[in-house]
């Protein structure tokens, strides 16, 4: 069982950033693929990237090059540092864990997720 908690969220202006933390609980951590994805108002979920357990990274394109994955399995934490964020980036970003691998980055955003976080909200004005 994986506890998954959030925090980071907040209003902002276009262009700033933001770093989102997930804490998670259990002694297993570092075995989980882990996954940030977000959802807008009246939008489908979105996988926003994943880190699998030997740190390899995936990032959506339509975040590449400004959000960034990293996780520090010493603190059973995952982050998501957002920056450059644009107005479409506004949503209710949750942090997952999978207990199943992928060989690719892609298909890491399509594996089954067993744990999620309550969420938090990002909001961007112009």
């Known amino acids: 069982q994986v506890h998954l908690v959030e925090s980071g969220g907040g209003l902002v202006q276009a262009g700033d950033s933001l770093r989102l933390s997930c804490a998670a609980s259990?002694?297993?951590?570092?075995?989980?693929?882990m996954g940030w994805f977000r959802q807008a108002p009246g939008k489908e979920r979105e996988c926003v990237g994943t880190?699998?357990?030997?740190?390899?990274?995936y990032h959506a394109d339509s975040v590449r090059g400004r959000f960034t994955i990293s996780r520090d399995n010493t603190k059973n934490s995952v982050y998501l540092q957002m920056n450059n964020l644009k107005p479409e980036d506004t949503a209710v970003y949750y942090c997952?864990?999978?207990?199943?691998?992928?060989?690719?980055?892609?298909?890491?955003?399509?594996?089954?997720?067993?744990?999620w976080g309550q969420g938090t909200q990002v909001t961007v004005s112009n």
């Open positions: 997952a864990a999978s207990g199943t691998e992928a060989w690719s980055g892609a298909g890491s955003c399509r594996l089954v997720y067993d744990y």
């Open positions: 259990g002694r297993t951590f570092s075995t989980y693929t």
């Open positions: 880190i699998r357990r030997g740190g390899f990274t």
